[in-house]
């Protein structure tokens, strides 16, 4: 089996390929290629890779290259991991929307759009190469924005899947709380990526005892400091939202807490030199533990895991992945991407039937897949217009003369990767 990793300079890589190695028999890869414009980047990361197979006896070949055409050929799957723009791009898109008094984060409002607007065109381009190249291979995409990239990648007829770590990793974190293993911990996990709510915490399956209450009342606490919300948020709501509602909920707060503070682009790029410089040394042969404060906790795990069920493997039944809607969610268009539990096999992912969403998030998850859906055409088509058009309807934005000043300083700041500006 071939797995090709696009952008496998990352300094994520070491864990994904921790991963593979680890968990040879869920996916018996018999080679890895990892493929990077950064080519000097690539061979650091890549010396690391062929050091952790060989130390955990994994007797598959990693290969680098810089060439995407060779690097895809013949792959079983094809996992993007892309930073348009690199650290420098996200300082950008963590900063100037705070100029208007909006959040600056990566992922989501203004910034989030940035980054789709940058990494769509470019991701199609790959896919579209990958198809040419290898048509029956699978693309899994943990480039964020997740959603808007899939919805791109499945609307221009792509065998694709999306993929984050949120999910999984609260399935870890209260698997631990509850004192289980965690293929025993089935999440009623729905929304959009980044944008989802955990609605029940079943143990066994799909059909098991719903045990969120009482891990809400023996261990609230612990779980409100880890999304940095207030206990009583989630005594009222009665679920747990993913940390990336903050954003929402908290909108004001984070904006002043992040006015304050070195961007995290900042604190990455400082971590990612460290990293850079410990691949280099010959001696290490597994992933340092610095790398658990990069990001992306379980990212390897959910990777393997979906990719074996996708290729036959041994994969788990149901994983929450981002897919097409159809129908799952009423009250948005079949077409629309949502992050959800899915059965996963060769055909590709199935969302599984979701209860009735309460008003209260389907609201919101309607809301920003209007945006999403403006965000797209942006990215696909460019001009002006269609992004000031998608500022003024998220809802992290909303105001005219908001939109306006975001629309200009997003132009200014990623000129050099809109080929239309």
Not at 50 to 69: C, E, M, S
Not at 118 to 144: K, M, S
Not at 182 to 198: I, M, Q, R, S, Y
Not at 203 to 214: D, K, Q, Y
Request: aromatic share 6%; hydrophobic share 45%; with cysteine.
């Amino acid at each position: 089996m071939k797995l090709t990793v696009v952008g496998g300079g990352s300094t994520y890589t070491p864990e994904l390929v921790d991963g593979f190695a680890r968990l040879r028999d869920t996916l018996p890869i018999t080679e890895l290629v990892l493929v990077d414009p950064a080519a000097e980047r690539l061979e650091l990361v890549g010396g690391l890779a062929r050091r952790i197979f060989a130390k955990q006896d994994h007797d598959g070949k990693v290969t680098t290259t810089t060439d995407l055409d060779a690097g895809v050929e013949g792959a079983d799957a094809v996992l993007l991991q892309l930073r348009v723009g690199g650290q420098a791009a996200r300082r950008q898109d963590e900063t100037w929307p705070l100029e208007c008094g909006c959040v600056g984060q990566e992922t989501t409002g203004a910034g989030g759009l940035a980054k789709a607007l940058r990494t769509v065109p470019v991701v199609l381009d790959i896919a579209e190469r990958v198809r040419r190249t290898n048509p029956d291979a699978w693309i899994i995409d943990f480039t964020n924005p997740v959603g808007i990239v899939t919805r791109a990648l499945l609307q221009a007829g792509h065998k694709a899947v999306g993929l984050c770590n949120v999910a999984i990793g609260f399935q870890r974190k209260f698997a631990a709380l509850l004192d289980v293993t965690p293929a025993e911990v089935h999440l009623d996990h729905v929304g959009l990526n980044h944008l989802t709510w955990e609605r029940a915490v079943r143990i066994g399956g799909p059909e098991g005892e719903n045990v969120l209450p009482r891990l809400l009342a023996e261990h609230g606490d612990a779980v409100a400091d880890d999304l940095r919300l207030p206990r009583p948020v989630l005594d009222r709501l009665g679920v747990v939202p993913s940390y990336y509602l903050r954003y929402f909920y908290a909108h004001d707060e984070v904006v002043r807490e992040l006015g304050t503070k070195p961007s995290r682009a900042a604190e990455v790029a400082a971590m990612e030199r460290e990293l850079l410089e410990m691949y280099g040394d010959p001696a290490l042969d597994e992933k340092p533990a610095l790398l658990a404060k990069r990001g992306g906790a379980f990212y390897s795990e959910a990777a393997v895991d979906l990719a074996a069920s996708l290729l036959g493997g041994g994969g788990s039944p149901y994983q929450v992945v981002n897919t097409y809607n159809n129908g799952t969610l009423p009250f948005l268009p079949d077409d629309a991407v949502i992050e959800t539990q899915a059965a996963v096999g060769a055909h590709g992912a199935t969302p599984l039937p979701v209860a009735p969403v309460d008003p209260l998030y389907a609201g919101l998850i309607a809301h920003v897949t209007a945006y999403e859906d403006l965000a797209l055409e942006a990215a696909l088509r460019g001009g002006r217009d269609r992004v000031f058009k998608a500022l003024l309807a998220h809802p992290l934005v909303g105001q005219y003369a908001y939109a306006d000043g975001l629309t200009d300083r997003l132009i200014a700041h990623n000129r050099e990767h809109l080929a239309w500006a």
